[in-house]
């Protein structure tokens, strides 16, 4: 026999009553999911060269270091700086 569509539709069980479960909050946790999650989504020709998370934060890591100390290569000696403003 089939199951009229009121009863599919119907998925919590007789034996439960909805006052048994207290008052629920639409999106209760979705302040804190949305701060602990940060997807990130590569294109397929970058994801090729990366098997995992790891591989990815590491060669991160590793251009953040080399930003850091180019910009310390490229920025101008406070002795540059001093003779530059003497001379202006």
Do not use: C, H
């Amino acid at each position: 026999m089939k199951k009229s569509k009121s009863e599919l539709n119907d998925w919590l069980r007789p034996e439960y009553k909805r006052s048994d479960f207290g008052e629920l909050a639409r999106g209760k946790y979705a302040s804190r999911i949305r701060t602990s999650t940060n997807v990130i989504v590569l294109d397929p020709q970058v994801a090729k060269a990366f098997p995992n998370d790891e591989a990815v934060n590491n060669a991160l890591r590793g251009l953040m270091k080399l930003a850091r100390s180019s910009a310390r290569l490229t920025s101008r000696s406070t002795r540059t700086r001093a003779k530059a403003s003497r001379a202006g």
